[in-house]
């Protein structure tokens, strides 16, 4: 047996562009999380409003649904591997926008949403590309590892990144260089490191698709997505459970007018549900679900949306953060899961274009569902919107148990058995 078979907790790293490409995604979240700190809390100092921090998500969601069916197809097109540094190489002209405003001063609000409009529009064409290329960096027994390793690797950046950003915010720097101005110029840092490395990667996946652009073609990922009960209830759940129980961009409001924690605490927080999604992606590497995945998921939903509750009702920083810890840690058995369903239940000349797809769905329940706090937040108070959202995430994990019972009955994530579970009972809804 060669070292590539041998399987164990860190099988996915025997490959040598999986290590180079995750060491890759470390640099730029940690750089993307610190700098979305510094955004938040600029635009949060300008403003004082919850609904104009919900517009930065808004910004960032629209490109992915005006670009879903253009951009999964770019993926299935072309090599991803080149429209991934195409569309990073764009990001490094937006973060120096984002430097320039800082460094020169503004007074509206109004150029940063722009420029975070072109970021989505950039992470729109990057994430299919990104997630579909993930199966082209190691063997096939090794993809579940890699998966995990890969959310793993998410949460360690994303947990470093917003404490990060909270500590170079608030550093003591004389003159202009201070502020989010600091920050952006790490991200800067960050995104050519990330290029260096993504550049140097072997593997080149070419073209998977050979059929000239259609509305068939187009749309063939969206409706393959609707076709499999497995697929569509996985992804939806993720959708509709985070968009009302996601609380992140609330957090600035919990820092300063509930909990006083100012900017480094709002570091803190932003951290903490990072801190509890490395503690349990640690652990599923080294125990992965391998049986009962559709009931795993659907608990730690549900968990979720409980934990979600307590942190609005809160008042402590020790709960908060406790609170948030275990909202982390319930989401990433749910995002492994999902993310393991996503790539195996997919034909591999499909991957972009189904990724897309899912990247659409993600977006709203993170960018819009950003938005939808902001609102919630401007009409009822930001307490009443996470906690609404938390209750409304465990109705939600109710109502698709009856809705989508095939995600229950999953099983084992291997490609063989979700297609005989697909094939094997009509839908039912």
Same mark, same amino acid.
């Given at each position: 047996?060669?070292?590539?078979?041998?399987?164990?907790?860190?099988?996915?790293?025997?490959?040598?562009?999986?290590?180079?490409?995750?060491?890759?995604?470390?640099?730029?979240?940690?750089?993307?999380?610190?700098?979305?700190?510094?955004?938040?809390?600029?635009?949060?100092?300008?403003?004082?409003?919850?609904?104009?921090?919900?517009?930065?998500?808004?910004?960032?969601?629209?490109?992915?649904?005006?670009?879903?069916?253009?951009?999964?197809?770019?993926?299935?097109?072309?090599?991803?591997?080149?429209?991934?540094?195409?569309?990073?190489?764009?990001?490094?002209?937006?973060?120096? &926008?984002?430097?320039?405003?800082?460094?020169?001063?503004?007074?509206?609000?109004?150029?940063?949403?722009?420029?975070?409009?072109?970021?989505?529009?950039?992470?729109?064409?990057?994430?299919?590309?990104?997630?579909?290329?993930?199966?082209?960096?190691?063997? $096939?027994?090794?993809?579940?590892?890699?998966?995990?390793?890969?959310?793993?690797?998410?949460?360690?950046?994303?947990?470093? &990144?917003?404490?990060?950003?909270?500590?170079?915010?608030?550093?003591?720097?004389?003159?202009?260089?201070?502020?989010?101005?600091?920050?952006?110029?790490?991200?800067? &840092?960050?995104?050519?490191?990330?290029?260096?490395?993504?550049?140097?990667?072997?593997?080149?996946?070419?073209?998977?698709?050979?059929?000239?652009?259609?509305?068939?073609?187009?749309?063939?990922?969206?409706?393959?997505?609707?076709? $499999?009960?497995?697929?569509?209830?996985?992804?939806?759940?993720?959708?509709?459970?985070?968009?009302? &129980?996601?609380?992140?961009?609330?957090?600035?409001?919990?820092?300063?007018?509930?909990?006083?924690?100012?900017?480094?605490?709002?570091?803190?927080?932003?951290?903490?549900?990072?801190?509890?999604?490395?503690?349990?992606?640690?652990?599923?590497?080294?125990?992965?679900?391998?049986?009962?995945?559709?009931?795993?998921?659907?608990?730690?939903?549900?968990?979720?949306?409980?934990?979600?509750?307590?942190?609005?009702?809160?008042?402590?920083?020790?709960?908060?953060?406790?609170?948030?810890?275990?909202?982390?840690?319930?989401?990433?058995?749910?995002?492994?899961?999902?993310?393991?369903?996503?790539?195996?239940?997919?034909?591999?000349?499909?991957?972009?274009?189904?990724?897309?797809?899912?990247?659409?769905?993600?977006?709203?329940?993170?960018?819009?569902?950003?938005?939808?706090?902001?609102?919630?937040?401007?009409?009822?108070?930001?307490?009443?919107?996470?906690?609404?959202?938390?209750?409304?995430?465990?109705?939600?994990?109710?109502?698709?148990?009856?809705?989508?019972? $095939?995600?229950?009955?999953?099983?084992?994530?291997?490609?063989?058995?979700?297609?005989?579970?697909?094939?094997?009972?009509?839908?039912?809804?």
């Amino acid at each position: 047996m060669n070292e590539q078979s041998r399987s164990g907790a860190a099988a996915a790293f025997l490959s040598r562009d999986f290590r180079l490409y995750q060491m890759a995604r470390v640099l730029v979240i940690v750089g993307a999380e610190a700098q979305a700190l510094a955004v938040a809390w600029q635009i949060y100092e300008m403003t004082h409003s919850a609904l104009a921090l919900g517009y930065t998500g808004l910004a960032l969601f629209l490109p992915g649904l005006l670009f879903m069916l253009p951009a999964g197809h770019t993926a299935d097109r072309f090599d991803r591997r080149a429209v991934i540094l195409t569309c990073y190489s764009l990001q490094v002209l937006c973060t120096l &926008g984002l430097f320039l405003l800082s460094w020169f001063g503004l007074p509206q609000v109004w150029p940063i949403y722009l420029i975070l409009f072109l970021i989505g529009t950039g992470r729109a064409f990057s994430g299919p590309a990104s997630s579909a290329l993930i199966p082209h960096l190691v063997p $096939k027994e090794h993809f579940v590892n890699a998966v995990t390793w890969g959310a793993t690797i998410f949460q360690i950046a994303n947990f470093t &990144g917003p404490a990060l950003g909270g500590v170079l915010y608030t550093l003591p720097i004389p003159g202009r260089l201070h502020g989010a101005a600091i920050v952006y110029l790490f991200m800067i &840092g960050m995104l050519i490191w990330y290029l260096v490395l993504v550049g140097s990667l072997r593997v080149r996946p070419g073209r998977m698709e050979h059929r000239a652009i259609s509305k068939e073609v187009l749309l063939a990922g969206f409706r393959y997505v609707m076709q $499999k009960q497995i697929l569509l209830a996985a992804i939806s759940l993720d959708l509709f459970a985070v968009l009302l &129980g996601g609380a992140v961009a609330l957090l600035p409001i919990f820092a300063e007018n509930i909990l006083h924690a100012g900017p480094r605490g709002l570091g803190m927080l932003r951290a903490a549900p990072a801190i509890g999604a490395l503690v349990v992606s640690l652990t599923m590497t080294a125990r992965p679900i391998t049986r009962k995945s559709g009931i795993a998921m659907l608990v730690s939903v549900a968990i979720f949306g409980a934990a979600t509750v307590l942190f609005g009702v809160s008042t402590d920083v020790a709960l908060s953060l406790a609170a948030l810890f275990v909202v982390g840690a319930s989401d990433m058995v749910s995002v492994v899961i999902r993310s393991a369903i996503l790539q195996l239940a997919t034909p591999p000349e499909m991957r972009g274009r189904v990724s897309a797809v899912n990247s659409l769905f993600v977006g709203a329940s993170n960018e819009l569902g950003e938005f939808e706090s902001g609102v919630t937040a401007h009409w009822f108070g930001a307490v009443r919107a996470v906690v609404y959202g938390g209750i409304g995430s465990l109705m939600v994990t109710g109502l698709w148990t009856v809705m989508f019972p $095939k995600l229950g009955q999953a099983d084992e994530l291997t490609a063989e058995a979700l297609m005989e579970l697909e094939a094997g009972q009509p839908r039912t809804f």
